[in-house]
């Protein structure tokens, strides 16, 4: 028997909608049927059309009766909120026929899970809710979700396919986290997101860390907005040094927040969100403008390096203008290209489309570096090796933590010979240790860019830096 099958055979799926005594397609001519029409608007106002199950204002309804009750039984209860994962690819690879019917037997499919005290509704598109009116031990609705999750491993019929549904749940309890209805569906929400963010397919129960981490994160976005005009940004440099001499061969210019509400705020944490809003552009903007500004005063006052370099997002690439804004940067303050270079992980490669490839060789035809950041921990196709032009290759942090490991030593020896043959030069990062140094000079790398030459410096801390080496020469 298919799931299709299974689920026609549930009786407890009931559709209030098909009230066979109401044909929709007669004249409404006796008084008879005039209150049979009335009676039927007025399940529409409470019911879901596609899925006959209660629609999200019936739901809040039945949610808020079920608080005023919590109130003198003292029982805890719960919200489930589902959300089917990916479903628009379904929409889009099998039309939204097949989407509606999907929906249809996911409801069906769901109602057969749950039991008697617990309620199934669709709150809007593929989004659906169940209020379980009470339970005793949270193991109650975390056997409900896995319950779900294993009906869910048999794929649904679509036309002559098979479709394989996944969904990512969260939950809110009364009255642990809230008495209210929309703040309960908004906790949900939350948690239901952190599934999402998990990696989909699972459940989460909310908690106050996440709450915490929702609020954090919208204070990160409104005062993102005016961290420029409020001169709240500012930039450290850290010094990419040749061991074999000291002498530095650049610097990477690094991102630094500081806020009066939120204090300092790491570019790791603001940076995703920036790139979400949107806000990563003029951000990304003003540290170009900013690091090149700095590198034309430093070159002025003759202090010797060769390279500057600005981390670039790949919302920061989609926009039309990227090129011209690098290459008027660099001529507003007189720094020729070759000085400055730009450095994008191997996530901006993994969708190497043509366009992508031709911005990056105009770039780089104009003289500005590039340099992949983060090199081996993409888990890109080395293949744009050959495509993408390439300057440089940043070895990441991770390989030289365990640099002692025999196979580890293998693999950056094996980067190091590959960057040669391609002409890349290489750089690695996170060098903390003298031990560190001594082993990668063995290997034949020497341009370093860790803390055990130098943290990420204020302005006047490298400009002292790049004196004292200066003076040295
Ligand atoms: P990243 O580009 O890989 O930058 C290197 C990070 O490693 C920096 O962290 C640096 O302080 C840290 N680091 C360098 N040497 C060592 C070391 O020896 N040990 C340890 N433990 N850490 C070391 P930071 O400044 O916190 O930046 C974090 C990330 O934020 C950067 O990683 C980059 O992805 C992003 N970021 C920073 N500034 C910008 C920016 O202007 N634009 C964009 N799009 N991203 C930026
Ligand atoms: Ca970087
Ligand atoms: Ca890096």
């Not at 008879?32 to 204002?57: A, H, M």
């Not at 990441?396 to 030069?425: G, H, Q, V």
Request: charged letters at 30%.
């Amino acid at each position: 028997m298919n799931k299709s099958e299974k689920i026609k055979l549930n009786k407890k799926y009931n559709c209030k909608l098909k009230d066979e005594s109401f044909d929709e397609s007669k004249p409404i001519e006796s008084t008879y049927r005039k209150q049979k029409f009335e009676e039927y608007v007025k399940l529409l106002t409470k019911y879901d059309i596609l899925t006959g199950l209660p629609n999200s204002s019936y739901f809040f309804k039945k949610l808020n009766n079920t608080l005023e009750k919590t109130k003198i039984n003292n029982k805890k209860g719960a919200v489930i909120y589902m959300d089917i994962d990916n479903y628009k690819a379904i929409n889009d690879n099998w039309g939204y026929c097949a989407g509606d019917s999907i929906l249809k037997l996911f409801s069906q499919l769901i109602n057969g899970c749950i039991e008697d005290g617990a309620e199934l509704a669709r709150l809007n598109g593929d989004e659906f809710a169940i209020l379980v009116h009470e339970f005793n031990n949270i193991i109650e609705i975390e056997e409900l979700c896995n319950k779900i999750y294993k009906e869910l491993e048999e794929p649904f019929k679509v036309i002559d396919d098979e479709v394989h549904i996944t969904v990512s749940m969260g939950i809110s309890i009364f009255p642990d986290n809230s008495m209210n209805a929309d703040e309960l569906l908004r906790f949900c929400d939350f948690a239901m997101y952190k599934s999402k963010h998990k990696g989909k397919c699972t459940y989460t129960v909310f908690n106050n860390e996440i709450l915490d981490k929702y609020y954090r994160e919208a204070l990160i976005k409104s005062e993102l907005k005016n961290a420029i005009n409020n001169d709240e940004l500012d930039i450290f440099y850290q010094p990419q040094i040749n061991a074999l001499n000291n002498q530095i061969r650049g610097m990477e210019a690094l991102l630094r927040w500081s806020n009066d509400k939120l204090g300092n705020v790491s570019p790791a944490e603001f940076i995703p969100i920036a790139e979400k809003t949107g806000d990563i552009v003029n951000i990304g903007n003003w540290i170009i403008d900013k690091a090149l500004e700095q590198a034309f005063i430093w070159k002025e006052k003759g202090y010797k390096f060769d390279h500057i370099s600005v981390n670039i997002s790949p919302i920061q690439m989609k926009k039309i203008d990227f090129k011209e804004n690098l290459l008027n940067s660099c001529a507003k303050y007189d720094v020729p290209p070759n000085f400055f270079e730009i450095e994008i992980t191997e996530g901006i490669l993994i969708d190497a489309c043509k366009e992508k490839i031709e911005l990056l060789n105009e770039i780089n035809n104009n003289g500005i570096n590039i340099a992949i950041d983060d090199f081996g921990t993409g888990y890109s196709s080395l293949s744009y090796l050959i495509n993408i032009p390439i300057n440089t290759l940043k070895i990441d942090k991770t390989f030289i933590d365990n640099i002692e490991n025999y196979k580890n030593k293998i693999l950056i020896r094996s980067i190091i010979n590959l960057s040669k043959d391609l002409k890349y030069n290489i750089i690695t990062e996170g060098v903390e240790t003298k031990e560190q140094v001594n082993l990668l000079a063995g290997l034949g790398c020497n341009i370093i860019q860790g803390f055990y030459f130098s943290k990420p410096l204020p302005k006047y801390e490298m400009e002292a830096l790049l004196k004292n080496i200066s003076e040295m020469k």
